[in-house]
């Protein structure tokens, strides 16, 4: 059993940065892809950014590349979502979430996740 703690999130004006950060416990975090998701009120649960076990491989939803750098730590069991120049529209609340799966395909779809954090809230205002 894996656990998932976010943290990071609060509000930000537009143009601004933050900084999320989701520790693990309770497994091999090594062994697991990791990934960011989103979901503002009223919609669905969006996939945001993803990274391969070894951090090697990274994907991105397009309207964030170029603005949000998703990266990991091993040694501290903690994935970061660095996320710059954010706009109104990245207002949601921010989920990361273990697969143990390790493919594109695999690491970009919500329902491929087996392990996911409470969440943490991200206000950007315009």
């Known amino acids: 059993q894996v656990q998932l703690v976010e943290s990071g999130g609060g509000l930000v004006q537009a143009g601004g940065s933050l900084r999320l950060s989701c520790a693990a416990s309770?497994?091999?975090?090594?062994?697991?892809?990791m990934g960011w998701f989103r979901q503002a009120p009223g919609k669905e649960r969006e996939f945001v950014a993803a990274?391969?076990?070894?951090?090697?491989?990274?994907y991105y939803v397009d309207s964030v590349k170029g603005r949000f750098t998703i990266s990991r730590d091993n040694a501290k069991n903690t994935v970061y979502l660095q996320m710059n120049s954010l706009k109104p529209e990245d207002t949601a609340y921010y989920y990361c979430?273990?697969?143990?799966?390790?493919?594109?395909?695999?690491?970009?779809?919500?329902?491929?996740?087996?392990?996911w954090g409470q969440g943490t809230q991200v206000t950007v205002s315009s």
């Open positions: 979430a273990a697969c143990s799966g390790g493919s594109r395909e695999v690491l970009t779809i919500a329902r491929f996740y087996r392990y």
């Open positions: 309770g497994g091999t975090f090594s062994s697991y892809g």
């Open positions: 990274l391969s076990r070894n951090g090697y491989s990274t």
